[in-house]
Each structure stands twice: as structure tokens, then as C-alpha cells.
């Protein structure tokens, strides 16, 4: 049951800071830290959520030949600027055909 109490409070901490931010005083939300920390935060948690996906396995760090030529082929899609979608199945025909030889 303990899971569940964690799910509660956790769903629960979710929906007031939702609701902090929404009551946040305009004065508060218009402060140039606050802009620019709203601009930056989703910026560093998507690289970090990039990082762990193509670097971590688990509890540990694991340097797998597909997944980064995965990412060196959507790293050239976006410098390229193809489109999201385009950027996605490049990295996955890469990732797919770099297992499929074997690397």
C-alpha cells in the first residue's frame, strides 16, 4: 500500500503546484528570473531526459553504438531542419539498421 500512498501525495504535489501557478500574482510571473527560468527549465529537463534515455541502462552508464548513431542522425536531421517527424524515424531507421549489422 505504500506505492499508493506515493501515487496520492505525488499526484496530490502535481495538482498544487499546478494550482500555484496558476494563482501566482502577475507581478511574480512578469520578474525576469521568473521568465527566464520558465524559458530554461523545459530546455535543460529535455536534454537530461535525452542524455539518460541514450546513455543510462538501468543504473548505469552504457555507451551503445546504436543509440548514439541514433542520435548523430537526428542531431543532422535538426541541423538540416527536417521536421519533428522526419527527426524521429531518422533516428529510428538509424538505431534499427546499426542493430541490424550488428554495432
Known amino acids: 500500500m505504500t506505492v499508493w500512498w506515493a501515487i496520492i501525495v505525488t ?6 503546484l ?20 520558465a524559458r530554461l527549465v523545459p530546455v535543460a529537463l529535455l536534454a537530461a531526459l535525452i542524455a539518460v534515455q541514450t546513455l543510462g ?4 552508464l552504457r555507451l551503445d553504438g546504436a543509440r548514439l548513431a ?17 527527426v524521429l524515424v531518422a533516428a ?8 541490424l549489422i550488428g554495432i
Open 11 to 16: 499526484c496530490a504535489g502535481c495538482y498544487l
Open 18 to 37: 499546478k494550482l500555484a501557478g496558476l494563482a501566482a500574482p502577475r507581478r511574480v510571473l512578469d520578474h525576469p528570473g521568473v521568465r527566464r527560468f
Open 57 to 60: 541502462h538501468g543504473q548505469e
Open 70 to 86: 541514433g542520435m548523430a542522425a537526428a542531431v543532422v536531421a535538426l541541423l538540416l531542419r527536417a521536421p519533428f517527424l522526419v
Open 92 to 99: 529510428a531507421v538509424v538505431t534499427a539498421l546499426t542493430r
